[in-house]
């Protein structure tokens, strides 16, 4: 298999955050709401992982009130996390109150569970929205899609301008007004973030992480993100990684 596929499957893998951890720490649960503060779809799936994984705590005898106090908590701390994304805390408060209402009428901890998910689902699209408030062009929305999942390999201006049928120069003119940065510096961005996640999330070494978001070496990957993050990739693991999160 050609090495641009290998990252693509691996960063794809990563970015879907199918069923990989086994233990509920903190970590694993301030995730999906990470995820959704991020507008990040991803984050309804995680939430959904970690609401069936039995690993939250024994809060009553009863199982549709011990739904109902989970429930509760999960909503406190999503509409924190969205108030914190940028989402007007009337909307916010709101929109939590209601879900909140409509749980107290739930008959059933499967109920609560539908309206779990409901709920988050709500609060992600909600923040992915927002982001894309400032966005004044169906062009420039495509390439901040286009440069989600293509982080694995090499983005240029010339690839995003044919993606989406426009001149390059106008492209770049158009995607730096409307997004406050040029495509370069928003592509190195994103880059950084799915590092710092990695970083966190995973146990992929340096390398493979390097290799992953289409860095020429090693060095280069390690120059980039201390710029950016003002740390080395070993002092930011080290300082924000849970061992024992992957499976072996």
């Known amino acids: 298999m050609a090495v641009v596929e290998e990252a693509k499957l691996r960063y794809l893998d990563f970015i879907s955050r199918e069923d990989r951890i086994r233990h509920h720490r903190y970590v694993e649960e301030m995730k999906q709401y990470d995820l959704m503060r991020s507008g990040d779809v991803a984050a309804i799936q995680e939430s959904s992982r970690l609401w069936d994984s039995g690993l939250y705590g024994h809060l009553s ?81 495509e390439c901040v899609d286009y440069i989600h999942y293509h982080l694995h390999e090499r983005i240029t201006v010339a690839a995003l301008a044919a993606h989406v049928h426009l001149n390059p120069t106008y492209l770049s003119e158009l995607f730096a007004r409307e997004m406050g940065e040029p495509i370069s510096s928003y592509v190195t961005g994103k880059r950084m973030e799915a590092a710092c996640n990695m970083l966190k999330y995973s146990e992929y070494s340096f390398a493979e992480i390097s290799q992953i978001l289409a860095y020429r070496s090693q060095s280069h990957f390690g120059k980039v993100f201390k710029r950016r993050c003002g740390m080395t990739p070993g002092e930011y693991r080290s300082r924000y990684a849970q061992s024992g999160i992957w499976p072996e």
């Open 61 to 141: 005898d009863d199982p549709v009130r011990n739904a109902k106090y989970r429930f509760v908590t999960s909503i406190t701390l999503a509409t924190r996390f969205a108030i914190e994304g940028g989402m007007d805390e009337e909307d916010a408060y709101n929109a939590s109150d209601l879900y909140i209402q409509d749980m107290d009428r739930c008959d059933s901890a499967e109920a609560v569970r539908r309206l779990h998910a409901d709920m988050m689902t709500f609060f992600t699209w909600a923040m992915a929205d927002m982001q894309k408030a400032d966005t004044h062009s169906k062009a420039v929305a």
